[in-house]
């Protein structure tokens, strides 16, 4: 079953009913050189466990299939259950679990489905929640080694921005913070149907496994990280002492330490300037 022709998949979603959710960010890959390469690419390979973020109609959850040991697959919509039933029929390594992936138990699915294996995410993610789904991947804790996720292009282009620059963000420090970025490949936007508006790119974040902050140091990093980029057009001192009720006081304290100036604004610091601004100020505030 050819789940890339336009002609296979119109017939399959007619004879099933199904229509495309707007608010769900349903668009499905239709170009047959991009699941194989994200499959390729993205650790789907023996000895792996393979966790799918929403399956679409089954074209990256074949591919996956095809070279992984176990596949299971996240996807928020009942009504594709019974076109998954159709298009992943021959495999019998694949398991779908209904749910919304930022609720569900991820550490359960690993540790009952995935015993023995090492463990690997790809998904071609709704723009609308991409940040969430990332950062909610990254924070959790679990063993993970690699995260391959196909992301609207500029969102790309932030996650691999250096920490430091104008083009950083609140994510960028999360993915830089757990591990390595990099972009994998770019994906046309006609390369979908329906066809979005926007361009996509492929990228895989590599996790190192280390925690360079105490869980509780790293809440409070976090914390700052992201108060100051969501306010980023104001200085450090600003943000936090608005969203974190810090004394700029003591905010200017902790820059001096990291030679940044009083004025300075959070893309302007580098990861280790973060992480010791960070943990600087926490030790002045709980003094």
Do not use: W
């Amino acid at each position: 079953m050819n789940l890339t022709n336009i002609g296979t998949v119109k017939d399959i979603l007619s004879r099933h009913g199904f229509s495309f959710s707007k608010g769900l960010g349903q668009n499905f890959i239709i170009n047959p050189d991009i699941c194989p390469k994200i499959a390729e690419m993205g650790n789907a390979a023996e000895g792996y466990g393979v966790i799918e973020i929403g399956t679409g109609i089954g074209v990256l959850t074949a591919e996956l299939a095809k070279r992984a040991d176990k596949v299971c697959a996240v996807e928020i919509d009942s009504r594709l259950l019974p076109v998954l039933a159709e298009t992943l029929e021959e495999f019998d390594n694949v398991k779908i679990f209904n749910e919304d992936v930022m609720k569900c138990d991820l550490s359960k699915i690993i540790r009952e489905e995935f015993s023995g294996l090492r463990t690997a995410v790809c998904a071609n993610l709704p723009y609308y929640i991409t940040s969430p789904i990332i950062m909610m991947l990254l924070e959790s804790r679990l063993p993970i080694d690699s995260i391959t996720v196909m992301v609207q292009k500029e969102a790309a282009q932030r996650l691999c921005a250096k920490v430091g620059s104008r083009e950083s963000g609140a994510i960028t420090v999360g993915v830089n913070y757990y591990g390595t970025v990099k972009t994998l490949f770019q994906v046309s936007r006609g390369s979908f149907m329906p066809s979005p508006n926007v361009d996509s790119a492929v990228i895989r974040i590599d996790l190192h496994g280390e925690h360079r902050l105490p869980e509780e140091d790293e809440k409070f990093f976090f914390r700052v990280v992201k108060s100051g980029f969501s306010q980023r057009r104001k200085t450090i001192s600003n943000a936090l002492s608005s969203l974190m009720g810090i004394s700029k006081e003591d905010v200017y304290t902790a820059l001096e330490n990291v030679g940044m100036p009083k004025t300075a604004r959070i893309e302007q610091l580098d990861m280790e300037q973060l992480i010791k601004f960070s943990t600087e100020l926490k030790a002045i505030v709980e003094k």
